[in-house]
């Protein structure tokens, strides 16, 4: 069964469907958001803050969410 967690400010996601959890800091990772930007598979979770977390799919979309990436990696750990 898929387990929903919470990426911030009322928008969820499906765990299962995770890859990774990144820092948007480094440039390959700004280049990474920028190209998915461009190619319409990037998806704003931000409400308009600032990014501090880019979750990488298994679908190869990049979500981007004002959570560091130790709360959602902490928030997938949890037991439901």
């Known amino acids: ?3 929903l ?3 911030g400010y009322g928008n ?3 765990a299962d469907k995770i890859v990774a ?3 948007p800091d480094s440039a390959p990772i ?3 958001v920028q190209a998915a930007k461009d190619a319409g598979i990037a998806v704003d979770a931000t ?5 501090k977390g880019v ?3 298994d679908s190869e979309r ?3 969410t004002a959570l560091l990436p130790e709360t959602i990696a902490g928030r997938c750990q949890q037991e439901g």
């Open 1 to 3: 069964m898929s387990k």
């Open 5 to 7: 967690i919470n990426i």
């Open 12 to 14: 969820v996601m499906n």
């Open 21 to 23: 959890v990144v820092s």
């Open 30 to 32: 700004k280049r990474m």
């Open 47 to 51: 409400q308009g803050r600032r990014t």
């Open 55 to 57: 979750i990488i799919t």
């Open 62 to 64: 990049i979500i981007l």
